[in-house]
């Protein structure tokens, strides 16, 4: 395998985020659209989590549901989101309004997947810095806010200059910045960050990840990082969580996920990855998914599935630990000794 | 915002000028027949005299008028007259310019004007804001659909259901005029008092119907706004709603809104045009209408020529405006 | 072996209650388009007593020494007599498809020149879209009203229904093509016409196949949108006095109850009948426009 895998990093055993259950449903006229349908994971202090997918898979619903930001016609219908934050746990699925309205970008921050459009093209960044700031914390007097500013900037690589800047001056790599730097703004201890850079060139992509890596490091922050592109996730991420059709398939670190992938799926998105020395025919994954209107019963993943069985058809996998912090929802996994979700 | 852009604009607006007057001249010469003559012939049989001696006093009208001359000395003369705003003399009260009678309506029609589409404009612009917003209120959406119905109806109609049912039958306000009839005009309290008496009505059946419009105008910008990504960025950034909708969703769905003001002074100037009608209020409307009647073309032709340009020089301020308000078109 | 991909239509229950604004057919349809439905309604009203009246009234009797003068509303006479001796009711049956027919006549002359102008200047562009859209953003800002005063006082003679709806059609046609060219121009860089040149679809088979459905919505909002301005605007002439004189449209009664001072002497149904079948006129079209505008903008419609 020619991709690089992020070097090793000791990661804490702490929880920050435990994701239980969480079912987002869009409630449509043509019926419920089952878009996040049972998804488990926990997220550890100073982790990187990588949420990877196809389109339509469910991975940045997963993010916006978590930040509570779903829109009509969707809603959470079920599943907790534990916050552990300062010694106490806050359940994020059943807080008002108002109480998750402070919660977010203070304790868990978003920086959002198009930010061509992002920003408030009639006010100037260090507005939106003013903007973020006095919403959490009333009382910062306003030299105070620049200065952070100012340390945030450089912190992503931005001159100071900028903050007189209105959006549409700055380039796309350097708004993606900026929405880095208002996301750590006021210290939060997740940071998810929606496909940060499918916008963008590569040699953007890359400073951008670096960025965030940069950033992640001196706040000790765990990471989500949500993504379609799994060389690139691989770079950056310490744990993998492969969904498919609003499910988590299977949950591993890189190493484990790369050197053995268990579920089909994975397989196939690992095979479709090109390498430097491969030639020849590149396989992507055939057939289409699944239409989550009236989801069939059994595995969703069937239909496409080179090493389906009989039983597949009929009953969904439920997600089990293959081998030590390695899950994957396949019923060729199944005779081994059964635990239940939460990786 | 640089020289170049202002003197662009400004040439527009001359151009937009030049084109009403030219648009003027030649209009009512391609028509047969010519204004002196037929009103010297109205008068002639109204007055009683015989049609002997008629063609001299046309000949003598026309020279007075310089109706003899080429028409490319008459245009040229034309175009001066119109620089020094002298419209000629009106057929109807001669030996009074046309431009004394214009400017004696003018302060009443700006007065209204002013006042009616400020305040319409601000109400209804926040009143629509607020029905949009969907943590408003349950019972702000009720006013969607009386705001709509009052937005259909033209300011001149609603000027004569306002002036039958508040002035006639309930006789809360007067009937006509602008002041009562038989008073001078002066700066006094008591005549500025009887003023607003005599414009509440005209002024109300324009700010209801005008209102509506703005309202429904800024509705559907805020929906519009309401899916933009930086929306729903700043819902992510945990901002407060009133900050939301003030600074992220009301400051950008302003900017069509005025931009439609722009465009739509023409209009609310017509319909204004036509209330003064229905209230014989003392302004440019009624002015109008009374030369229409009486066929006082120069009267006429001044008007016409005022409106345009009155509207032509706000559309330039307004446009000269919007970088103002819009940081991305900064010229 | 399934299919995966294909969405079912399906009446779903969701929680406890089945919504049957959900459900296809007619009603879901009404329940989902509720102005575009109202708006049509009424004006399918209007048209039908138009269409009607004639059945149930000489339509001689609009014109004036029909009848005695000055009477209420009453069974003989539903909507009254006017001074002159109209009978009001034979009034409106005339007057209304009149006032109808300019709006539609200037609404469909608008809306073709706008549509011309409007696809040209956005598809072609270069000299010919500023040219276009200057001349257009001029006219905009001139006040419509105020000029076809001046047309229409130094046209001679009798001024025909027909040249009433040309003269103020004159005037309509800048707003679509503002319109039309801005919705052009969004359209022009999608990609599927794109691939429509890079595959070799002549410019005209572009603009008819392609663009023209897609600008379906626009068009008939634009239309609306029209003929309610040249209705108001054909109102607006006839109440001064500018309009055709012999015909008993609409805006010429207003005009003949004004100067016949109908408010002072309480002649109240002189004014109502024609104020009030303009208004609905007007407000149907507004609802017209509304729902059409729903289409178009799929977000201004509120799910349920």
Redesign the interface.
Known sequence: MAVSIASARTVSTDPVLSVNGLKVHFFTRRGVVRAVDGISFTLHKGERFGLVGESGSGKSTTALGI?R?I?EPGRIVDGNIALYADDMVVDLASLQPEEM??????DV??I?Q?S????????RIVDHFR??IL??ERNVPDRQIIERMHELLRMVGLQPAVARL?P?ELSGGMKQRV?IA??ICLSPKVIIADEPTSALDVVVQRRVMETLAAVQERLHAAVILVGHDMGLLAQFVDRLGVMYAGKLVEIGTVRQIFDNPLHPYTRLLIDSLPTLEQRGVFRGVPGLPPSLLNPPSGCLFYPRCPSRMEICQHVAPPLVEVEPDHWAACHMYQGEGRQEVVA | MSWRHVLKRFG?FL??VW??AT??FF??R????DPVRQRLFQMSTTGGFTQTGVEEMVAEYQAKFGLDKPLYEQYFNYLLDMARFDFGYSLTLFPMKALTLIMDALPWTIGLLFVTTLLSFVIGTLLGAIIAWPRAPKWVEGLAAPL??L????Y??LG??L??VF??SLQWFP?SGGYEPGTRPTFSFEFIVDAIQHSILPALSIILSALGFWA?GIR?MM??T?????M?????????GK?IFA??GL??AM?PQVTAL??S???I???A??VE??FTYPGVGSL??AA??G?D?FV??G??FM??LA??LA?MLVDLAYPF????IRR | MSSPAMPQETLVTTGATTRWSFGRGFRGWVRRHGKLSAGLTIMGVLVLFSALGPLYVDTGDAQPMSAMPDVRPSWEYPFGTDDQGRNLLAVAVVGLPLTLLVGLIAGAVAIVIGTILGITAGYVGGVTDVVIRGISD?L????????L???A????GVISVGLMALVVSSLAWMWPTRTIRSQVLSLRERSYIQMAKLSGMKTHEIIFFEIMPNLLPYLAASFVGSVSAAI?AS??LE????GPQNEPTLGMT?YWA?TFNA??R?L?WW?VMP?VL??LT??S???IS?GL?EIA?P??RKES
């Open positions: 930040m930001t829109q309205r402070q919660r977010r970008l203070a921050a978003m959002p198009g061509m459009n992002s920003l408030n093209p009639v006010r903007d973020s919403a959490h209105y549409h929405c208002l996301s | 527009m151009f937009v084109g009403a648009l003027n209009l009512p391609l028509a047969p027949g709509l119905t937005a259909a109806i033209p001149y109609l004569l259901i002036l039958y002035a006639f009937l429904l559907g929906v519009t309401g899916g933009e990504d930086y729903l960025y700043a819902e992510t950034r945990g901002l407060r900050t600074r992220y400051r950008n900017l722009a465009l002074l023409g209009n100037v017509s319909g045009l036509l009608v229905i109008l209408f229409i009647q066929a073309y006429i032709y008007i016409v409106v345009v509207i032509g559309t308000l819009d940081p991305r | 001029v905009l800002t001139v006040p419509g009203l105020v000029v005063i001046t047309i006082a130094s046209i001679e108001l109102i607006g109440a001064l006095g500018l207003i004004m408010v002072l309480g109240w004014l104020i303009i208004v007007f407000i079209l507004f609802l509304a505008d903008n977000r201004l």
